[in-house]
């Protein structure tokens, strides 16, 4: 099994920053892809930001150019920089992975989720 351990998040003004974080452990043979999505109420689920291990990113539309998502791969945690915030930006966040637990098998984690919260 892996465990994904969050942290940060809070209540922030709009136009603030927050930053969260997100370490793995557990049973890891090698990390794809580790990244963040939320959850608003009565929302599905969506993507906020992902970074796989060659690096490549992936960002919803609403957040491109506010948030930034970086890895340390020695320390299997990923980090969430979130800049220039706005009351829709208001949700759980949620630290996902998908994770090699063996040569040839892998299933994707989620974290407990952390409250983000923006005044107006």
């Known amino acids: 099994q892996v465990q994904l351990m969050e942290s940060g998040g809070g209540l922030v003004q709009a136009g603030g920053s927050l930053g969260l974080s997100c370490a793995a452990s557990g049973n890891i043979f090698r990390i794809i892809v580790m990244g963040w999505y939320r959850q608003a109420p009565g929302k599905q689920r969506e993507l906020v930001a992902e970074r796989t291990s060659g690096q490549t990113t992936n960002f919803a539309d609403s957040v491109k150019g506010r948030f930034t998502v970086t890895r340390d791969n020695a320390k299997n945690t990923v980090y969430l920089q979130m800049n220039s915030l706005k009351p829709e930006d208001t949700a759980v966040y949620y630290c996902?992975?998908?994770?090699?637990?063996?040569?040839?098998?892998?299933?994707?984690?989620w974290g407990q989720g952390t409250q983000v919260t923006v005044s107006s």
């Open positions: 996902n992975a998908r994770v090699y637990y063996s040569q040839t098998s892998w299933n994707e984690f």
